[in-house]
């Protein structure tokens, strides 16, 4: 069992920031690539930013060059540093990863924590 705590949402003004983490821990051997998605009210689950256990990685359209995702390898956590935020980022913004576990392959998603951007 691995289980993803997410953190860092909140209420921001139009072109503040927000830096969110998620924390893996459980049965974690090792971990493949962490990603951040969010989803919108009355809108699809989408892809933010995502990076491999190499480090690469690659952004959705809508936050290049204003989204920055990273790891920590040693504590098992992800970060998402957002920046110039506007009111269309606003929504709940959800971790995911996989990796492996002592006998098993796993891939998990965070409860998800809430971004909202006022103009």
């Known amino acids: 069992q691995v289980q993803l705590v997410e953190s860092g949402g909140g209420l921001v003004q139009a072109g503040g920031s927000l830096r969110l983490s998620c924390a893996a821990s459980?049965?974690?051997?090792?971990?493949?690539?962490m990603g951040w998605y969010r989803q919108a009210p009355g809108k699809q689950r989408e892809l933010v930013a995502a990076i491999t256990s190499g480090g690469s990685t690659n952004y959705a359209d809508s936050v290049k060059g204003r989204f920055t995702i990273s790891r920590d390898n040693a504590k098992n956590t992800g970060y998402l540093q957002m920046n110039s935020l506007k009111p269309e980022d606003t929504a709940v913004y959800y971790c995911n990863a996989d990796g492996l576990g002592p006998v098993l392959p796993w891939d998990y998603w965070g409860q998800g924590t809430q971004v909202t951007v006022s103009s």
């Open positions: 459980g049965s974690i051997f090792s971990i493949n690539a």
